[in-house]
């Protein structure tokens, strides 16, 4: 096996791992913490570094796999696309006092997200024109959650959980989506992409989100 010599203050893990054609890979993982200081200005290495995760992080009800979000994602998948940039937090008001909607964006490097912050709306019923969306009451802050965009699930009454409930296929523990007749046939606050608002309780509307990955 090679050695590493890290010269830095970045966890670190080395490994073998078996991969395509039955072959034994070398892999090497370095996550690196940094934190947020003022608007514009860099990043500050953090002083304190979170060290290699070897196994994903879940959130929400530990009985309801469709409400569960990754809140941390392992570090060590043979076939990773590409570096992944994780941001948690909160999403806050430029101003600091309540808004319905802002913009916000994050980038580094060439990786460059911009999303549409808006306060709790609702979808209502019209007899005339069907799904309407009600204007965002004004928050001073929403949190950065899939549990927070579109998307959501629907269990059948009296039904298997794991093989009858309908869910939005791009995140089951959002919120906001309805099933379609279309989907009956297949049982077995916002954060929202920039430019692409949600209309409709039935559309698709999928969260931004980091590269898919392959493992083997």
Not at 15 to 29: M, Q, S, T
Not at 47 to 58: G, K, V
Request: net charge neutral; charged share 25%.
């Amino acid at each position: 096996m090679v050695q590493i010599i890290n010269p830095t203050s970045f966890p670190h893990a080395l490994y073998r791992k078996l991969g395509p054609g039955d072959e034994e890979y070398d892999v090497v993982v370095v996550r690196a913490t940094y934190r947020f200081t003022e608007d514009n200005w860099p990043l500050f290495e953090a002083s304190h570094q979170q060290p290699i995760r070897w196994q994903t992080a879940l959130e929400g009800d530990s009985d309801n796999l469709y409400s569960q979000v990754i809140s941390d994602d392992r570090d060590v998948l043979l076939g990773k696309l590409s570096t992944e940039v994780h941001v948690h937090g909160t999403l806050r008001s430029p101003t600091g006092q309540p808004r319905s909607t802002w913009q916000v964006r994050v980038q580094v490097g060439p990786v460059d997200k911009r999303l549409i912050v808006r306060g709790p709306r609702e979808f209502r019923w019209q007899l005339l024109g069907g799904w309407r969306v009600t204007d965002p009451t004004p928050v001073s802050e929403v949190p950065l959650d899939y549990r927070y965009a579109f998307g959501g699930h629907y269990r059948l009454p009296d039904e298997d959980a794991l093989t009858n409930t309908l869910y939005y296929p791009d995140n089951p523990a959002g919120r906001g989506w309805l099933p379609s007749r279309a989907d009956y046939k297949r049982v077995s606050s916002e954060v929202a992409g920039y430019l692409k608002p949600d209309l409709k309780p039935s559309r698709s509307c999928p969260p931004l989100n980091w590269k898919t990955r392959t493992g083997w």
